[in-house]
T-cell receptor, first 116, second 112 residues
Framework: AQKITQTQPGMFVQEKEAVTLDCTYD???????LFWYKQPSSGEMIFLIY??????QNATEGRYSLNFQKARKSANLVISASQLGDSAMYFC?????????????FGAGTTVTVRA | DTAVSQTPKYLVTQMGNDKSIKCEQN?????MYWYKQDSKKFLKIMFS???????INETVPNRFSPKSPDKAHLNLHINSLELGDSAVYFC???????????FGPGTRLTVL
């Protein structure tokens, strides 16, 4: 079964506007972590933001914020004030802490294109 | 300073050959990983080592053999390369379960 679902294969956003990338997850582990990574066309994987399952507040890192809705099992990434350099593929990932193997399970990714 | 480095960045080889990809991290992390990203950009864990011990082997053919000579290195050796092995291979490391994984730049393997 797919643990991470990203339903938007591609999105366009106007420069300076905000964009929300959807991510839903599936786990029975009460302790887990949710991550977002950015992969620009150059290929490297860049860590953006982390949300722990027990964190009371939504995570924020600069222009990135995570809309964590635990009951709905969703962890959407919000990018505010989009810039041309935000054009990239974005991956949502989950680590289930009960497994003791620390691996990340990734979604299929969402390609974001920022238009000038 | 490069946190997680991989060599080579590109690798083009013939079917049937044996090749290795090296990974080193200078972050002092205990856990290292190998991921494979296929042509559809899907990322999947292959192996994970914690303190030089194998903790994940995700149904990877035994033609793939990871080797961890010390905590800072996790190399990937691939025997008898097949066309389907063509992909981008990422090495990553993390300190513990509460921290993010840092990825290397990736190695694009092309098998002809």
């Amino acid at each position: 079964a797919q643990k991470i679902t990203q339903t938007q294969p591609g999105m366009f956003v106007q420069e300076k506007e905000a964009v929300t990338l959807d991510c839903t997850y599936d786990t029975s582990d009460p302790s887990y972590g949710l991550f977002w990574y950015k992969q620009p066309s150059s290929g490297e994987m860049i860590f953006l933001i982390y949300q722990g399952s027990y964190d009371q507040q939504n995570a924020t890192e600069g222009r990135y914020s995570l809309n964590f809705q635990k009951a709905r099992k969703s962890a959407n990434l919000v990018i505010s004030a989009s810039q041309l350099g935000d054009s990239a593929m974005y991956f949502c990932a989950m680590r289930e802490n009960g497994s003791n193997d620390y691996k990340l399970s990734f979604g299929a990714g969402t390609t974001v294109t920022v238009r000038a | 300073d490069t946190a997680v480095s991989q060599t080579p960045k590109y690798l083009v080889t013939q079917m049937g050959n044996d090749k290795s990809i090296k990974c080193e991290q200078n972050l002092g992390h205990d856990t290292m990983y190998w991921y494979k990203q296929d042509s559809k950009k899907f990322l999947k864990i292959m192996f994970s080592y914690n303190n030089k011990e194998l903790i994940i082997n995700e149904t990877v053919p035994n033609r793939f053999s990871p080797k961890s000579p010390d905590k800072a290195h996790l190399n990937l050796h691939i025997n008898s390369l097949e066309l389907g092995d063509s992909a981008v291979y990422f090495c990553a490391s993390s300190q513990d379960i509460n921290n993010e994984q840092f990825f290397g730049p990736g190695t694009r393997l092309t098998v002809l």
